[in-house]
């Protein structure tokens, strides 16, 4: 089975701050994907990233980037100079490449910025 | 990119009612939805998986006679709680996927409060 964790319940910056949340993974499969979503208080996923397996490439997008460690079973993710905007609650998952397309999600962490 | 959309975004009911929640692909043919649960400052959990015009597969714990999923169409999920209690309240969100198994489409979702 997959396991998504995220030890980080609550994290709490000042506005300009850099801040990484962790994520962990565990699975016995070789191919996989991995994503992060954004939640802001109205509810919505908001879509950030998505990585298959096979790329251990660290991606940047503006004041995003993520790290992905296969040694470490890591993904992790930072914000570069935060801003209130960015306070939501975060949540990594995990989806095997083969057979269903079901989602495993982490516990979630809750980003706060504060002004 | 891909649009999915969920009636209503909120519902009040009385304990005893049933009520259905409809999870619309808005511009592309969703052979696979997903039904999630959320409790507040909670994960999400997968409820359900619906392929169009087949039974949904429930997750281990989930009681199918309570919450009926019907996959009628390419672009329409409903659920149903039905006799709706209290302990249902939560936030339910639907996901949609076209078949290139790489990305699911999350709706906005539903706020369910079972006085």
């Known amino acids: 089975a997959q396991k998504v964790t995220q030890a980080q319940t609550e994290i709490s910056v000042v506005e300009k701050e850099d801040v990484t949340l962790d994520c962990v993974y565990e699975t016995r499969d070789t191919t996989y994907y991995l994503f992060w979503y954004k939640q802001p208080p109205s509810g919505e996923l908001v879509f950030l990233i998505r990585?298959?397996?096979?790329?251990?490439q660290n991606e940047i997008s503006g004041r995003y980037s993520w790290n992905f460690q296969k040694s470490t079973s890591s993904f992790n993710f930072t914000i570069t100079a935060s801003q209130v905007v960015d306070s939501a609650v975060y949540f990594c998952a995990l989806r095997l490449i083969q057979g269903a397309q079901k989602l495993v999600f982490g516990q979630g962490t809750r980003l706060t910025i504060n002004p | 990119g891909a649009v999915v959309s969920q009636h209503p975004s909120w519902v009040i009911c009385k304990s005893g009612t049933s009520v259905k929640i409809e999870c619309r692909s808005l511009?592309?043919?969703?052979?696979?939805m997903f039904w999630y649960r959320q409790f507040p400052k909670q994960s999400l959990m997968l409820m359900a998986t619906s392929n169009e015009g087949s039974k949904a597969t429930y997750e281990q714990g989930v009681e199918k006679d309570k919450f009926l999923i019907n996959h009628a169409s390419l672009t329409l999920s409903t659920l149903t709680v039905t006799s709706a209690h209290p302990e249902d309240s939560s936030f339910y969100i639907c996901s949609a996927s076209d078949g290139s198994y790489n990305e699911q489409f999350f709706g906005p979702g539903t706020r369910l409060t079972v006085l």
């Open positions: 990585r298959n397996s096979f790329d251990e």
């Open positions: 511009d592309f043919q969703a052979t696979t």
